[in-house]
């Protein structure tokens, strides 16, 4: 199947896109919509617009969501087509999350971790009512405030591996891979799967995840922690020659632990699925860590047999943009194609009849 | 809740650290006048591109590409010899020149001290007072569960 | 695909003027040249080169190279490795081999260069070569895809041995060397489809 060029219909596109354009101004008496607003209060569609464009850029996210109508996805796709026209100056330092300054930090498995438990701005305590009082612009009380602790919040999964509890990682590449340069070869690296789970559909994650809780490929997680918080972002000038420090992100980091009953070499210990999404992003984190933690089942020597298990599958198809690209390109001419299908259906039926109308003399 | 052991920075990585988190306003709010300024040369930019963002797997074990930001740099050389130089997020190519300018001169030993008083400073002080903000806010959240009889029988 | 760079003095020398505008110039006189093997396009006219480089080939430099393009420069261009490694950010590599742009003044052994392979011919070396002059010195005959009838090249200082290393690129064929030569402000390319003839 392919779509065939075809010309004209400018009249009618550029019609279209000014339709378009009126109807996503909406009502005129109403005041448009500043993406500095977006920005600033519709924070977690820019993280996922920033996380599936695979570009941090609250501002330019902020635009996006704005021109795509918030349709997250299309806001995503402009995200991906504008990082195409700027060069890349290089690669950060590694993002030492340990060094986050946290706003929210909680852990599933340890009561009374060192540093302590905090909430942060979370929706998870809500009763997810309608609140009626935004429509009338209510400001809202503000926020109590406490003397900060200054205690370290050490990561869950380092006081676990303290204990040797966890399953040290394969020694790691010289050079990550990276899917925007070259495409894995398949079984992908590790490395290569947290890029592409990072970029992933949070739908598709989010999916693939609740399935390995659900049975396919199951192995019991744990939400050992998850944080969140500002990080800073370092880099190496080459006229320099020393680390600077560019500024801030927020992330969310999500460390699944789960149960790992050992092999006649290896002592029974934990295994752990790593998540890590730009903003406030608890459910994309969470679930970036149970598709993580499947996808090491070849190298556990665990049996792949379910959905969120294979590489291949998951790999090639939690790309929204591609996915996109591909359902909604059937929407372009095929008349070719179908030309020919249709007249072999025809052909097929005037066979079946003249065999028919055979049979019945 | 605040970093809890900040990697101890030479001066200049500090400077550096508390303009690439100010804004181009606040910066030439605090920058003498043109006319009192040595001149400069841009050496390169300013100009927008990107950083490849590495995390960690497991948040410690080996580096990954997480996605890409926006950065803006600038490079520029005085008058007076200093090359100053500044890579900020975002893009504004108006903040990286103004960094890359308080950078140079900043390395001035005979503009350093009035510089940094003036501009650097209270910048750092404003920068602080917001993360604490932040950290007060998270503090006021600190939670202590009490588990109660297990669930599952 | 990165080495880390090596550490620089900022040179004093810009790059482009117009960083858009002349880069997407120098692309477009770059694409021309491989289309047409052997037409002569100028290339970094107005551009301030540091020595020892040719404006034509700074201008393809600054058009071409960047971070994810290793290049090894030859030891006779290297009083300009500053410039590159500011300008282009170009991770600098020892071993010609693991370059995607080989930057010299003499013509490199063609076989010792990536080739690419028959599933990503692209991964093929690009060499920049930039002699003393183009249009004149020895001439060759070209032919193949973009030369509607054979068509005449000159240039100076290829080497005796250049049209038998061609030949033996040509026949790698998807795999291959491509060859940009630079002279003062003049550009023009060896493709490595087109065939070479000495006259």
New interface residues.
Partial sequence: MAYVAVKGGERAIEAAHAWRAEARRGDPALPALDPAQIEGQLGRAVDRA??EG????R??AALAIAQAEGDLIEAAFLLRAY?TT??????????D????????RISAIF?DLPG???????TDYTHRLLDFGLRDGQAPPA???????????P?V??IL?AEDLIRP?P???A????????APGFPPP???R??SL??GDEGFLLGLGYSTQRGYGGSHPFAGEIRM??V??E?V?????????????VLT?C?MVNQFAGTKTEPARFT?G?G?A?GHADRRAMAMALVDRALQARELGEDATAPAQDAEFVLGHADNIEATGFVEHLKLPHYVDFQSEIEAVRRLRAMAATALAEAAE | MLNPEPTPKTPRQSWMAVLARADAAAIADQLPPNDLLPGWRLLRGPEAGLIMLRGRTGGAGAPFNLAEMTVTRCTLRLATGQVGHATIAGQDPRHAELAALADALLQDPARHAALHAALIAPLAAGQDAAREAIAARAAATRVQFFALQTMRT | MSVAPATVVPPDRPGFADPVADAQATFRAVLDALARPGRIHPAGVGLDAPAPLAPATAALLLTLVDPDTPIWLAPALAAARDWIVFHCGAPLVADPGAAAFVVTTELPPLDRLAAGSDEAPEAGASVILQLAALGTGPRMRLTGPGLAAPSLFAATGLGAGFVAAWWANRALFPRGIDLLLCAGTELAALPRSVSVEAL
Avoid: C, N, W
């Fill in positions: 920033m996380a695979s570009l941090y850029d501002k330019l990082r700027l060069p890349r100056f290089g690669a950060s330092l590694p993002l999350t340990e060094r986050m300054a946290i706003r929210r009561k302590g438990q905090v909430l942060g701005p979370t926020a109590p405030v406490a003397d900060p602790d200054r205690a370290p919040m990561r999964a380092d591996a990682d020694p790691a590449a050079e990550p891979a990276d899917i925007t340069r070259a590790r490395d290569a947290l890029q990072a970029r918080g500002a800073s972002v880099i000038p080459e006229e320099l020659g020393f680390a600077i420090d560019i500024g801030e992100i980091e460390q752990t790593y890590l730009f």
